[in-house]
T-cell receptor, first 115, second 116 residues
């Protein structure tokens, strides 16, 4: 049973436009959400996170939106740049609920930025 | 500051063998987590160690085990290897301030294990 779902295996966006990556979750105990970016042959690198008490967090070109009622979050990248081409993983945790199951990751979305 | 270091980068083993993977966390980080990445399943949590004790464990069989040393370095062992164990094994470290802290994980580049 997949608790974190990224339904788009890949996404192609033109350079300079907005990239929107989506993530859905089923476990209502999740209270912290993260996005990681991964290049081939490298480990994932942290991008941005959001606590469940917020609905938006912004860091430069990256903004994460959280809709708790819909159990949905999205990552917006504006403007998209060629270096953004990578696999993006959505992850969730329920640490504050006493859960200790590590991060639960989605299967990733491969973002391709077209010149 | 050096990042998370995993050795070796690549491993080829045959079914039935066992393997040990090594991870050196970022200096000062006391928590080490292990994840398995496969094309079909994405990243799946194996276990987490903090102060030489396994604090959390994912849904993997007992063939997967690990340990952490007093210097926070960690090893992961897989016994009686199966073809399905072929994967990228990622180690991540964090400060490990305790459960309930929302900490960022810093990942190593992984060990690519191929089981033939």
């Amino acid at each position: 049973d997949q608790q974190v779902k990224q339904n788009s295996p890949s996404l192609s966006v033109q350079e300079g436009r907005i990239s929107i990556l989506n993530c859905d979750y089923t476990n209502s105990m999740f209270d912290y959400f993260l996005w990681y970016k991964k290049y081939p042959a490298e480990g994932p690198t942290f991008l941005i996170s959001i606590s469940s008490i917020k609905d938006k967090n912004e860091d430069g070109r990256f903004t994460v939106f959280l809709n708790k009622s819909a159990k949905h979050l999205s990552l917006h990248i504006v403007p998209s740049q060629p270096g953004d081409s990578a696999v993006y993983f959505c992850a969730a945790s329920d640490y504050s609920g006493g859960g200790a199951d590590g991060l639960t990751f989605g299967k990733g979305t491969h973002l391709i930025i077209q010149p | 500051k050096a990042g998370v270091t995993q050795t070796p980068r690549y491993l080829i083993k045959t079914r039935g063998q066992q393997v040990t993977l090594s991870c050196s966390p970022i200096s000062g980080h006391r928590s080490v987590s292990w994840y398995q990445q496969t094309p079909g399943q994405g990243l799946q949590f194996l276990f987490e160690y903090f102060s030489e004790t396994q604090r959390n464990k994912g849904n993997f069989p007992g063939r997967f085990s690990g340990r952490q040393f007093s210097n926070s370095r960690s090893e992961m062992n897989v016994s009686t290897l199966e073809l399905g164990d072929s994967a990228l094994y990622l180690c991540a470290s964090s400060l490990g301030q305790g459960e309930g802290s929302n900490e960022k994980l810093f990942f190593g580049s992984g060990t690519q294990l191929s089981v033939l």
